[in-house]
């Protein structure tokens, strides 16, 4: 009983959590303040950076090393990692994850047990592998194969369900769990599966579920005018009930080098009053963990 009562009132706590943050942000807007807090190198070669979660205080990340760029029709060749690291960016641990022409990491998930990763080719309609790791042992499990490059993806717990992302964010993916965490649906083929992502504003790179069927992604557009391009990043808060955006957020912060914050891995949590930012944007020897506050307003 008494950890029936535990159970309870963690799940309780959690979903205040959830709702808190969410309430946060739906209160970001275009002219938001956000106060940098810190930059910190990170000390490791991380290639090209993918996605994000943290637990505790550790940082997860995925990235991909390219050792032969895709192109003429080929795949090309790589590596897909999973980086530990702590909040000095020293890294702590590692795996590789993939399997032969599927070696692209992309945007990652932790469901409070487990980080989820998908790991594809690199080129739209292609396939992929998605892989639930255990952040403690640092282990691998292969959850399911799918014939659809995915780009990202979350784990919603409270309907027990898979949500993914394809190559630009173009079409969302769903796969039904059971009760051991076994996906019942994935025999279906991605033109079953398929819904379309009705906003183009952005083009996710990583996702993070926040509870309640609520889901936050991160992303940038490139838009060209006259051999001019800008880079512009923002946040996207969708609701799985119906796979539509109910708040879109630009995130008008750029790297040193003129990358949008949000270019690939990101983290968001509730401090006091504000929303905390994590985010890599930089590759390789210049990724940097990028820290921010912002100051919302009632």
């Given at each position: 009983m008494r950890y029936l009562l535990f159970a309870t009132l963690l799940l309780s706590h959690l979903l205040i959590q959830a709702q808190t943050l969410v309430d946060k942000i739906?209160?970001?807007?275009?002219?938001?303040?956000?106060?940098?807090?810190?930059?910190?190198?990170?000390?490791?070669?991380?290639?090209?950076?993918?996605?994000?979660?943290?637990?505790?205080?550790?940082?997860?990340?995925?990235?991909v090393e390219i050792?032969?760029?895709?192109?003429?029709?080929?795949?090309?060749?790589?590596?897909?990692?999973?980086?530990?690291m702590d909040s000095t960016g020293k890294l702590l641990a590692q795996i590789t994850l993939g399997e032969g022409t599927m070696y692209h990491p992309g945007g990652i998930d932790y469901d409070g047990k487990h980080i989820w990763v998908p790991v594809a080719e690199y080129r739209p309609n292609s396939q992929a592998i998605i892989y639930k790791i255990d952040p403690h042992m640092m282990q691998s499990n292969e959850v399911f194969r799918f014939k659809e490059h995915i780009g990202g993806i979350i784990h919603n717990t409270d309907a027990n369900t898979l949500f993914g992302v394809s190559w630009g964010s173009?079409?969302?993916?769903?796969?039904?769990?059971?009760?051991?965490?076994?996906?019942?649906?994935?025999?279906?083929s991605p033109e079953d599966l398929r819904i379309i992502n009705?906003?183009?504003?952005?083009?996710?790179?990583?996702?993070?579920?926040?509870?309640?069927?609520?889901?936050?992604?991160?992303g940038l557009q490139r838009y060209s005018n006259n051999n001019q391009?800008?880079?512009?990043?923002?946040?996207?808060?969708?609701s799985?009930?119906?796979?539509?955006?109910?708040?879109?957020?630009?995130?008008?912060?750029?790297?040193?080098?003129?990358?949008?914050?949000?270019?690939?891995?990101?983290w968001v949590?509730?401090?006091?009053?504000?929303?905390?930012?994590?985010?890599?944007?930089?590759?390789?020897?210049?990724?940097?963990?990028?820290?921010?506050?912002?100051?919302?307003?009632?």
């Open positions: 739906k209160k970001l807007r275009y002219d938001t303040e956000w106060q940098q807090v810190a930059a910190i190198p990170l000390q490791f070669s991380t290639y090209h950076p993918q996605g994000m979660v943290k637990i505790g205080e550790f940082f997860y990340m995925s990235s050792i032969k760029r895709p192109g003429n029709g080929e795949p090309g060749e790589g590596v897909g990692h999973l980086f530990k173009r079409n969302f993916y769903q796969w039904k769990l059971n009760t051991k965490g076994q996906t019942i649906n994935t025999n279906a009705p906003s183009f504003y952005i083009d996710y790179q990583d996702c993070h579920y926040l509870g309640k069927d609520m889901v936050l992604c991160s391009t800008i880079r512009l990043g923002g946040f996207d808060l969708i799985l009930k119906d796979y539509r955006p109910i708040h879109q957020t630009p995130i008008r912060l750029w790297s040193p080098t003129g990358l949008p914050m949000t270019s690939n891995p990101f949590e509730s401090i006091a009053e504000k929303i905390r930012a994590y985010f890599v944007p930089e590759d390789d020897k210049a990724s940097t963990l990028f820290i921010y506050d912002a100051i919302l307003k009632p």
